[in-house]
């Protein structure tokens, strides 16, 4: 199986989620998003013998948000996971930036093939991501508790990646000029 079908697989619980809400009772939804939840870990582990630290976090949030959910009988929980995990990323990276050396520059320092880019600017690409997540977690708060369940599944699932491809192709542009202010500095170091 390879990374795409593992793409489509993590939309799953929340597709399910949003029919079963649609059709059925929250218990119903609820139980049908944990259930679909299960079986994501269970292929991932199956396929590549390994489940990524990324995929356990969000199961366990999603099992425990899903147990609140069915003891209120409330789908709001549910739907927070995406909000949960957005502000647990960047402030997982914040963190690490925060204490000196953040997780894209540790990355690249790792890979056989050296990056010839500086750190300052993976760092400040690193910024950049945290304020991302925190955003868009943020937004998903706003989205589990205001908007329509249809409006959080796209948020969820197409909508994130519209917003990363954005943040992408905006972050290419800002590199491109600090690469070029580097290498000019560079440039006069040597004259």
């Not at 009772?25 to 990524?52: C, D, M, N, Q």
């Not at 199961?59 to 927070?80: A, P, Q, V």
């Not at 950049?128 to 955003?135: C, N, R």
């Not at 197409?158 to 542009?173: D, K, N, S």
């Amino acid at each position: 199986m390879n990374n795409k079908n593992f793409f489509f697989l993590s939309f799953l619980p929340a597709i399910a989620y949003w029919y079963l809400e649609e059709n059925y009772p929250i218990r119903i939804a609820v139980l049908g998003g944990l259930a679909l939840a299960v079986a994501e870990v269970s292929i991932e582990y199956f396929y590549t013998k390994h489940v990524h630290t990324l995929s356990k976090f969000n199961f366990f949030l999603l099992l425990f948000l899903g147990l609140l959910s069915l003891l209120g009988d409330e789908g709001i929980w549910f739907k927070l996971q995406p909000a949960f995990s957005g502000w647990a990323i960047g402030g997982y990276m914040g963190y690490r930036l925060w204490k000196g050396k953040g997780l894209m520059l540790e990355m690249m320092e790792s890979m056989p093939k050296k990056t010839p880019l500086p750190g300052f600017i993976l760092q400040k690409l690193e910024k950049h991501m945290v304020f991302l997540f925190v955003i868009y977690g943020s937004f998903m708060a706003v989205m589990a508790i205001k908007g329509s369940t249809d409006q959080w599944l796209f948020w969820k699932t197409i909508g994130f990646y519209i917003v990363f491809g954005a943040f992408t192709l905006i972050e290419i542009l800002v590199m491109r000029v600090d690469i070029k202010k580097w290498h000019k500095s560079e440039r006069e170091k040597l004259s």
